[in-house]
């Protein structure tokens, strides 16, 4: 199994990216599905999660509003849209899938994802 994330990039603040996730391997339709990031020197931490069929969405608060995930099952890919990016969203940004259908954990902690993408660098200028 595979996650492949891409999208980073170097952005002014304000600005805007689109993050893919591409999974090969497995298909990942019937579970939920997140991104987190890691700044320099932080631990790793949630940013969104997304419904096995895209109904329901969770977000951090610190991106809240700004930010949408969303996923296209068909093509076995999930999303993570950035708008009015700030300086403090700059992190490397990863995303991660579970095992399997059911965790102990709450989706938005990290040890409830199994799998996890090489990550991609979002950088924004002030």
């Known amino acids: 199994v595979q996650l492949q994330a891409s999208g980073g990039g170097l952005v002014q603040t304000g600005g805007s990216l689109r993050l893919s996730c591409a999974a090969s391997?497995?298909?990942?339709?019937?579970?939920?599905l997140a991104w987190f990031r890691q700044a320099s020197g932080k631990e790793r931490e949630f940013v969104a999660h997304i419904s096995w069929n895209g109904a329901d969405q969770y977000y951090s608060a610190s991106v809240k509003g700004r930010f949408t995930i969303s996923r296209d099952n068909a093509k076995n890919t999930w999303y993570l849209e950035m708008n009015s990016l700030k300086p403090e969203d700059t992190a490397i940004y990863f995303c991660?899938?579970?095992?399997?259908?059911?965790?102990?954990?709450?989706?938005?902690?990290?040890?409830?994802?199994?799998?996890w993408g090489q990550g991609t660098l979002v950088t924004v200028s002030s």
């Open positions: 991660a899938a579970p095992s399997g259908y059911g965790s102990y954990y709450s989706a938005s902690e990290v040890r409830a994802y199994d799998y």
């Open positions: 391997g497995r298909t990942f339709s019937g579970v939920t």
